[in-house]
């Protein structure tokens, strides 16, 4: 019986590791518990996947090894949420682990291309979806800055060491209220959050911004179109205005807990990313843009979440003279008109 070549990993072929053949992990064969538990998403998700990049995951392995594009899929997802190139996963799809670390990079490629459709900053929303969780009104949506430790690169190290002392990219990220990633863009570990959101392309997207804001926390500046936190309540109407900000706001720290826990890649449990800046920063926008893809598929943002205590933020560095009186005019109508 003749074997199909053009689905044989080659280092099974020119190293002899093992005996599988690609052709022998059938997607419909097995069950969705096992797709759940091996790679993070069921059956009909990672066929939709396939079919999203099946095109571009062909032209890549054309001149290359014909790994078909079902198993690169399965390779980069079994990596995404195991966070291991362990040969285990390899053995469940049959193929080695160099082969699993080119897959890998081919489908972050791949998705990283696909962040514009996916990662947009669209208003086709309504204040109603946010307010609806604790009565702030206006939300346009909620902000926050994350890090992703990463290995220490070969340059430009002390670029990427953050706050805490260890070496990350940053993410600074925007959802809405069912946990969308509306914008997700990543910068040096080593960056404050407020220097990130300075040199975003969202600040320049918002700075014209007439209607709704963002929420952020004690870490930002005021702005007309970024609300955050009373630094000191003194009326029950500024307490109740800080409560529902920090309850419309945790919106945006249950989003990424949930992600850390579906991609489990990206949560420092099986040690930092092993790439340079660059490559850590396209896995962890791949795995964004597979977060929003699996929303728009009719899944759960929130299936995975994990429960862990919301680290306090300090309050800004804000110095008086660089004091925004329009927000600050602006906040205390908000508190006026809707808290008190």
């Not at 086709?124 to 939300?139: I, K, L, N, S, Y």
Request: proline share 4%; glycine share 6%; charged share 25%.
């Amino acid at each position: 019986m003749a074997i199909p070549i053009a689905i044989l990993d080659c280092d099974l072929l020119l190293h002899g590791r093992g005996h599988k053949t690609l052709d022998r992990f059938d997607l419909d064969s097995v069950s969705n518990d096992f797709l759940l538990t091996n790679f993070g998403f069921p059956r009909d998700f990672i066929l939709y996947l396939v079919e999203l990049l099946k095109e571009t995951l062909s032209r890549r392995t054309l001149r290359s090894r014909a790994i078909s594009p079902e198993v690169q899929v399965l390779a980069a997802l079994g990596f995404y949420t195991s966070g291991s190139f362990q040969t285990s996963m390899g053995d469940i799809i049959g193929i080695s682990q160099a082969s699993m670390s080119r897959c890998v990079t081919n489908v972050t490629k791949a998705l990283v291309e696909k962040a514009p459709q996916f990662i947009t900053f669209n208003r086709d929303f309504t204040f109603q979806e946010f307010q609806r969780v604790a009565g702030f009104p206006g939300v346009l949506g909620v902000l926050d800055c994350v890090q992703v430790a990463i290995k220490a690169p070969n340059s430009e190290a002390s670029s990427y060491v953050n706050k805490k002392g260890f070496h990350s990219v940053a993410c600074q990220l925007v959802c809405n209220a069912r946990g969308l990633l509306l914008s997700a863009e990543t910068w040096p570990g080593g960056l404050r959050d407020t220097k990130i959101l300075q040199r975003s392309a969202l600040h320049k997207q918002l700075q014209d911004n007439k209607e709704g804001w963002l929420l952020g926390d004690g870490r930002y500046p005021l702005k007309k179109w970024l609300m955050t936190p009373l630094e000191s309540p003194g009326t029950d109407a500024e307490l109740r205005y800080n409560l529902a900000h920090m309850m419309t706001r945790e919106i945006a720290d249950r989003t990424f807990r949930a992600i850390q826990t579906r991609f489990r890649c990206l949560d420092g449990i099986k040690g930092n990313l092993q790439y340079s800046p660059e490559r850590s920063s396209s896995i962890l926008l791949a795995c964004c843009v597979l977060h929003n893809a699996s929303l728009h598929s009719g899944l759960d943002a929130w299936t995975l979440e994990r429960t862990e205590p919301l680290e306090q933020p300090k309050g800004p560095e804000q110095k008086l003279e660089d004091r925004d009186g329009e927000a600050e005019e602006l906040r205390k109508k908000i508190v006026l008109e809707h808290f008190s």
